[in-house]
């Protein structure tokens, strides 16, 4: 069942105005297009509403951000829309559909075209979303403050890990109850078979390392999570999908993610994702090995993920 919007979803006009100047920011711009780049983009209203949902853009210049704010209607208060972003890469230039229409029955023919293509997908990041409401398969009634704890927890395990093996990664705040680890997995197999890794190790780190607030569910080609600088807007208040340094994870702060804080407190021109571990080629390629190896996970043993 879908879920519908409430009036904690909508969007007051303070909060519309905020965003709309965070949204202007030629810098934050920038980091989004960076980030989304040969990947698809998409708007999706809060609560999941797929009446409202925006899929398939192509954001590769500024001026195509702009135009996708301004033709969407994204500044209006019942339509509260968060911005993912795909963890599948897309070869957009091979592809034979190079951007969607505005108008929805052209989209739909084009989406049904797009969705035919085999070979546009060339590439997979890896990604943990740790939602601090579940309990495995169970979601908890709990507060804002205690599901970040509960994420927080469970984040600090697995980067531990991380750092231990000298993987390649960068953490930001999930914007509402939880945060995202984006991994590099610098392995040379299918596309279908990065899809099939990510999900086992994501299925291997919450089994092995028992850490309940790994959400679980499988992902296929075209899974998406919140873009990094982008804004959550929930209970009338905004916060930052901020990447974050090891110092603010150590002392985590919920107050200071607020885009209120965030904008007078923070620099963000030259942030960027804060990427760690980056090192040569070979050496992640390395690194990520003997990490599968210590997991018992075996690439030979993957198999094609094809949705």
Not at 12 to 38: A, G, T
Not at 74 to 102: G, H
Not at 177 to 194: A, D, T
Request: charged residues 30%.
């Amino acid at each position: 069942m879908e879920a519908e919007l409430t009036s904690l979803d909508l969007v007051d006009d303070y909060n519309i105005k905020v965003r709309s100047e965070w949204y202007s920011k030629p810098f934050i711009i920038y980091n989004l297009i960076n980030f989304s780049k040969n990947k698809e983009m998409s708007f999706l209203n809060s609560g999941y509403d797929r009446k409202g949902n925006i899929r398939y853009l192509n954001c590769a210049t500024i001026d195509f951000f702009l135009k996708y704010l301004k033709n969407f209607n994204f500044f209006t208060p019942k339509k509260n829309y968060n911005v993912y972003c795909s963890l599948a890469t897309i070869d957009w230039e091979n592809s034979s559909i190079k951007s969607f229409k505005f108008s929805g029955e052209e989209r739909k023919e084009q989406t049904e075209e797009f969705n035919l293509q085999k070979d546009v997908f060339i590439d997979f990041s890896g990604a943990i979303d740790f939602d601090g409401d579940l309990d495995g398969e169970n979601k908890l009634d709990i507060s804002q403050e205690e599901a970040v704890i509960r994420a927080l927890r469970d984040l600090r395990i697995v980067k531990d890990l991380f750092d231990k093996y000298k993987l390649t990664y960068f953490v930001h705040f999930s914007g509402k109850r939880g945060f995202h680890l984006f991994y590099q997995m610098p392995v040379e197999i299918s596309f279908g078979k990065k899809v099939s890794l990510a999900n086992l190790i994501v299925k291997e780190l919450s089994d092995i390392l028992n850490l309940p607030t790994i959400d679980r569910v499988s992902y296929g080609k075209r899974k998406i999570f919140k873009c990094p600088y982008s804004l959550v807007t929930h209970k009338f208040k905004t916060f930052v999908v901020l990447p974050l340094d090891d110092e603010f994870i150590k002392s985590f702060d919920l107050s200071k993610l607020r885009v209120e804080y965030v904008i007078k407190k923070m620099s963000l021109k030259n942030r960027g994702l804060l990427m760690r571990n980056q090192l040569s080629a070979s050496q992640k390629c390395s690194n990520f090995k003997a990490f599968l190896k210590d997991f018992d996970i075996n690439i030979k043993d993957l198999k094609e993920v094809e949705e």
